[in-house]
């Protein structure tokens, strides 16, 4: 698979493929025209009580994948559509979160290595 991680503030490259937006919200101060999405994907960002008791707190982040995990598994049809997307080219997911470490996008794209890379 072919999966990419990226802040909504950098800018868009050619090379970024298919660029999907994986936060509930939109990225604050970004215009749609600006940030070139291609999909967004808001269904399989965490939930609001998981986002807010996270708050990207380093010490929280195991807790924070078993959680957020558990509520990926219920999402099976988007992941699996997204890892198809990414087995055919090129996709970056695109988040607006500061801490480049600790992010759903990056616990989105290890759900996947993990659970449909073989699929």
């Known amino acids: ?18 660029r999907i937006l994986v936060d509930r919200l939109w990225p604050r101060g970004v215009t749609k025209d600006e940030a070139k999405i291609d999909l967004w994907l808001k269904e399989i960002a965490p939930g609001s009580a998981l986002r807010k008791w996270f708050n990207h707190e380093p010490e929280k982040w195991p807790e924070f994948k078993t959680r957020y995990f558990r509520e990926l598994a219920t999402h099976v049809d988007d992941l699996e559509m997204l890892a198809t997307k990414a087995k055919r080219s090129r996709v970056t997911l695109v988040f607006a979160a500061k801490n480049e470490e600790f992010n759903n996008a990056v616990a989105i794209k290890e759900y996947l290595d993990k659970h449909l890379k073989h699929k």
């Open 1 to 18: 698979m072919s999966i990419h991680l990226k802040r909504a503030y950098e800018k868009p490259a050619a090379n970024d493929g298919q």
